[in-house]
Structures are given as structure tokens and as C-alpha cells.
């Protein structure tokens, strides 16, 4: 059977899969101060970020219309997937639903499942990665969503912001508390709850321990470490994520660990300097 996976742009794509039939990236806009700004190829993180970091108000974004779902899904693939950002976080879980109802109302019978990360970023990469070994090892489509749903249940995203801003201008940091912060340069760890909202886990003092704090928590909430491979995802640090890697190397065993560059939304979420994790 072929098989075709869509991952909105908040997720991150493997260099391999960037040419490859069996994926496609649906794009989100971001807006920074009234630009519009597509969420594809053409991302320019550092243009993005000089932006960001100019403007007073809080970036925002936009999720791909039910339409472009709808397009992406009419193909000639016996089973296609798609891996959107959290419901709780945005409308693309929604839009994706709708396109796929849209799609079976003109050509009933096919077989699409949308699956909600309730993670982002290398969250939704793994989760894809999860239905390619699935595809590729030849389970049914019943199968294969039964598995992929319950690698979601059990997957954890984590990350560190080195910049505060963003949460300062989107009211889930006041200014005051962003300003003490900010001198005691204090870095919340964040994480996902089982839901897909995002809570504070920890916080230190410096984004070294801050890194400290966050694979502490990584290595206590991963069940089972050895079958599991590792997503790191950088916003303009890489040598910062090689050094999380190495420590998490150092205090668990696990399959593999993979690093990438966070893409726009990602960049979005975690600001200039911030580092995400999924297992």
C-alpha cells in the first residue's frame, strides 16, 4: 500500500524528507507587526527573529485553511496521515478535520486519519517518523493509527526559552515578573501536559542550568529510553543543542537522538536561543 504523510510547517522535517513523495509540509502563516510571513521554504529564521525582536507586539500565527488540507489529501496514496500542532495550541487540528470530511464528501472512501500531535516541533517529527516505520513494516491503516496513537499517549516535549520575550508580549509572563527574570536571568523549563497545553516544569538561574533541569526531567519521565529515538530542536543555537545532547547521552541510553533546526512556528514558540525536546 502507498502512503502519503502531511505535517503542518510547525513541525520539523528531516533533510530526507524534503524531496520525498511520501511527505508533503502545509504551511502556517506567521504575521510580525502586520507582515505576513509563509511559513515554507523561503523561511528566513534570522530575518524572522530581527523582526521579532523589533516589534512590540507578539508574533502570531495563522493555520493552513481547510482548503489547502483538502488539497494536499486529494492524492493518489491508499493511506494518508497528517500530524498537526497541538489542538490546544492552534486551529490546525481543526482545519486539517474539516479538509479531510471536505475531501471524503467529493471522493468518499478514502483513507485519511489526522492525528493530533497534543506535542509541536521534533514532537510532530518523531510522530511521523513513528507512521513511515509503521508504513514501512506493512501494518493495515487500523493498525497503524492504533499504533501512532498510542506512541503519542506516551511522548513528552520539553523546552527551554533563553528569551522571554515572546511571553511577555502574549500575557502569559507580566512584565514585571519578565523584567525580574530577565536580571536574575532566570529560564523557565516548560513542557507538555497530557492534553497538549504547555506548563512550567522547573526553572533556574542561567540557561546552563536551566539544560541541567530540563534533561533531569527528560530522564525521569522517559519510560523504556532504549527503543526510543530523541528529537532536538535549536531557534540559532546549535553548539547549545550538541551540549544537551551530549549530557542526555551521559544519563540515559536511547536509540538515537536527532537535531534539527526549529522552522518558523517553532521559531515562533521558542524565540531566539530556546531548545525543544521530544521523546
Known amino acids: 500500500m ?17 524531496n520525498n513523495e511520501h511527505f508533503e509540509s ?3 502563516t506567521l504575521n510580525v507587526g502586520g507582515e505576513n510571513i509563509i511559513d515554507d521554504e523561503t523561511f528566513d529564521q534570522a530575518d524572522f527573529l ?20 483538502m488539497r494536499a489529501f486529494d492524492c493518489e496514496a491508499d493511506h494518508i496521515y497528517a500530524v498537526t500542532l497541538s489542538a490546544e495550541l492552534s486551529g490546525s487540528y481543526n482545519s486539517a478535520v474539516l479538509g479531510s470530511n471536505l475531501l ?9 486519519h489526522v492525528f ?10 518523531l510522530i511521523a517518523m513513528k507512521i513511515q516505520e509503521c508504513e514501512e513494516a506493512g501494518y493495515s491503516f487500523e493498525k497503524v493509527i492504533e499504533t501512532v496513537d498510542a506512541y503519542i499517549a506516551g511522548q513528552h516535549t520539553f523546552f527551554v526559552l533563553d528569551n522571554l520575550e515572546t511571553l511577555r508580549k502574549n500575557g502569559r509572563l507580566s512584565k514585571a515578573k519578565a523584567l525580574v527574570a530577565s536580571a536574575l536571568k532566570i529560564k523557565p523549563v516548560m513542557g507538555s501536559t497530557d492534553e497538549g497545553s504547555i506548563c512550567q516544569l522547573d526553572q533556574a538561574r542561567g540557561m546552563n542550568k536551566a539544560l541541567v533541569k530540563m534533561a533531569e526531567q527528560i530522564v525521569a519521565k522517559t519510560q523504556n529510553s532504549e527503543t ?12 547549545r543543542a550538541v551540549l544537551l545532547r551530549n549530557a542526555l547521552q551521559e544519563r540515559m ?3 538515537d ?3 534539527l533546526d526549529t522552522a518558523g512556528v517553532s521559531s515562533m514558540y521558542a524565540n531566539d536561543g530556546g531548545v525543544i525536546v521530544a521523546v
Open 2 to 18: 502507498s502512503y502519503k504523510i502531511i505535517i503542518d510547517s510547525c513541525g520539523e522535517l528531516l533533510e530526507e524528507w524534503k
Open 26 to 28: 502545509v504551511a502556517l
Open 50 to 69: 530581527k523582526k521579532v525582536a523589533a516589534c512590540p507586539e507578539c508574533p502570531k500565527s495563522a493555520c493552513p485553511s481547510p482548503e489547502r488540507y
Open 104 to 112: 471524503n464528501e467529493e471522493k468518499p472512501g478514502r483513507q485519511i
Open 116 to 125: 493530533n500531535s497534543r506535542s509541536a516541533s521534533v514532537g510532530q517529527t
Open 228 to 239: 526510543k529515538t530523541l528529537a532536538i530542536s535549536h531557534c540559532n543555537c546549535h553548539e
Open 253 to 255: 541510553n536511547v536509540k
Open 257 to 259: 537522538i536527532v537535531i
